[in-house]
């Protein structure tokens, strides 16, 4: 069987593949420490203010 390397450590199936034994734990570990750091672009919703309801706040300025 064909095996699209791309593929190997999809999210979908990761589970079932290490549980199955078709991909060793350490394997997949080793995956995971290879791939880059992009936390720099991850999204801050706390940035936004917002009021104890979790709702974002309207700017009052004038003209808003």
């Known amino acids: ?3 699209d390397e791309k593929k190997k450590f999809d999210k979908r199936t ?3 593949k290490i549980r199955e034994g078709s991909i ?3 394997e997949y ?3 995971l420490a ?3 750091d ?3 672009k991850a999204y801050e919703p706390e940035s936004e203010p917002r ?3 979790g709702v974002k706040k309207r700017d009052s300025t004038p003209g808003s």
């Open 38 to 40: 992009v936390s720099d």
């Open 24 to 26: 060793p734990w350490k």
């Open 1 to 3: 069987m064909h095996v």
């Open 51 to 53: 009021d104890k309801g």
């Open 29 to 31: 570990e080793d995956y």
């Open 14 to 16: 990761i589970d079932r």
């Open 34 to 36: 290879s791939l880059p």
